[in-house]
């Protein structure tokens, strides 16, 4: 197939990019050429700005256009236009943050998404999720069900991950010793590695299919402590963990990834149904090896700083006021 990525080079496009051409597909990249001017190997490179217009790839025919860099209405509209007579199909990587934080536990593809302005403030809480479900809806008036599909993914972790917040717990738990972790460890967690999602949408343009997917793993529940535990084994660490309370976080600034809020309404966000999608065929690896990948590839980037966490001064001075509660 004739394939065309908007985005590409950096996390889950990088990995979707990095499948397609390992099935045999003919793949291009159409991005500005900042991240990787040169494209992936097995790919080529087409530059420019999709915020703009989408002259370049409209030159050509495709047989599926698929986006994962449309994060606002205009963005999907602009390419969506541009590109609906010179492509067979257009798949959306989308999320689950466009359900509200109320929907009940076990929620399927079904569940209303988000209510937001079009013209939102940007900086609202809900802005993310609501201008991705309103980017799906625009999607889905310009195209046909027989032509759109949509994927849903959790919080997608691996490799090439640029937003360090598994990458943070793999690095802190496996360099041992007291660490700083939320006091409700049997939180909910659903997570997929970005190599898995890569996979399921490519096979989803081998079968032709239509839908919406909630692309989440793992196959079985899965707790905030449970995952920590699992990072510790994996890495041979001799951490110990150190439950510190929500308002201590809080007043510590403690960036901590997956925190949800101590009230569990929000618990729900990393209990959505996966149950469609593992159906169509996705397939989950084993925690333990999205751990040991994302470790070699922290380390061999070099480790440098991470945009989440916490730093050792400020977890030395909140275990310090927290005492030795360990667990």
Known sequence: MKLLILGGTVFV????????????HDVALF????TDPDGLAGTRALHGDRNIDVHLPATEQWDCVIDVSGYVPDQVRISSEGLRGHAAHYLYISTISVYPDTIAAGADEKTQMLEFPLDGDA???QA??????NCE??????WSDERLTIVRPTIVAGPYDPTDRFTYWV??????????VPDRLEQPVQIIDGRDLAAF??????DSDTGVYNACGPTEPLQLGQLLT??????GSDATFTGVSESVLDENNANLPFRLSGNRVSDTMFQVSNANALAAGLNLRPLEETIQATREWDEKRGLPPLRVGIDAASEQRILSAAGSVQT
């Open 171 to 180: 690095r802190r738990v496996a360099a041992g010793g007291p660490t700083v």
């Open 137 to 142: 809806r625009v999607l889905t008036d310009i």
């Open 31 to 34: 991005n500005r050429g900042k």
């Open 230 to 235: 699992t990072i510790k084994t994996t890495t």
């Open 201 to 206: 949408v490519v096979a989803r343009l081998a």
């Open 13 to 24: 496009g990088r990995h979707i990019a990095e499948a397609a051409v390992a099935a045999g």
């Open 128 to 133: 993310y999720g609501g201008n991705k479900a």
């Open 123 to 125: 900086s609202a809480p």
